[in-house]
T-cell receptor
Framework: DTGVSQNPRHKITKRGQNVTFRCDPI?????LYWYRQTLGQGPEFLTY????????KSRLLSDRFSAERPKGSFSTLEIQRTEQGDSAMYLC???????????FGQGTRLTVV | QKEVEQNSGPLSVPEGAIASLNCTYS??????FFWYRQYSGKSPELIMS????GDKEDGRFTAQLNKASQYVSLLIRDSQPSDSATYLC???????????????FGQGTILTVHP
């Protein structure tokens, strides 16, 4: 499968715990995006990487959130001290260098209890 | 005003009919426009992209763009029950290379095609 891969697919955690999600983009795609989607809403942009550089962060990304993309390959999104409001689907997307066409992974559904 | 607005629906059409989905956006500098289909519990799937004024057809799907009116639409001909899903309009806002391909989504329109 050469699509965008996200792990885990589902995560249930207790409030206050830290969680980390992983995204493996399509191999030739240098652009990588994280979005968050809550029920009944469209995805909301969180952050963008071009290769290993994090070039943009949404103000939705509080200081409890951090994202990395070491070596410009896979990316991780960590949420510290999770809150119930963090419950959502976290989507990763990648795009090739010269054409802005975002392809989404299957997402990680986070439930904070 | 939301940056990208869609009628949330639900929009219900009979099998074989034309489904018409509409979207307006606020940023006149927007360059690229996309329609994604999202089945319940699944991730968005790109079905159409359009970059210039006019119509773009791909199979049963036609995307229409009117930059002067800041309006983009999606027509689905010969609708099938398998087309039942949420349709998301997404806009790459901002001129030039400053937006990095970041997409701003509408809230989505729920489409139901009944036999």
């Amino acid at each position: 499968d050469t699509g965008v891969s996200q792990n885990p697919r589902h995560k249930i955690t207790k409030r206050g715990q830290n969680v980390t999600f992983r995204c493996d983009p399509i191999s030739e795609h240098n652009r990588l995006y994280w979005y968050r989607q809550t029920l009944g809403q469209g995805p909301e942009f969180l952050t963008y990487f071009q290769n290993e550089a994090q070039l943009e962060k949404s103000r939705l990304l509080s200081d409890r959130f951090s994202a990395e993309r070491p070596k410009g390959s896979f990316s991780t999104l960590e949420i510290q001290r999770t809150e119930q409001g963090d419950s959502a689907m976290y989507l990763c997307a990648s795009s090739p260098p010269k054409v802005w066409r975002a392809f989404f992974g299957q997402g990680t559904r986070l439930t904070v209890v | 005003q939301k940056e990208v607005e869609q009628n949330s629906g639900p929009l219900s059409v009979p099998e074989g009919a034309i489904a018409s989905l509409n979207c307006t956006y606020s940023d006149r500098g927007s360059q690229s426009f996309f329609w994604y289909r999202q089945y319940s519990g699944k991730s968005p799937e790109l079905i159409m992209s359009i970059y210039s004024n006019g119509d773009k057809e791909d199979g049963r799907f036609t995307a229409q763009l009117n930059k002067a009116s800041q309006y983009v639409s999606l027509l689905i001909r010969d609708s099938q029950p398998s087309d039942s899903a949420t349709y998301l309009c997404a806009v790459n806002m901002g001129a030039g290379g400053t937006s990095y391909g970041k997409l701003t989504f509408g809230q989505g329109t729920i489409l139901t095609v009944h036999p």
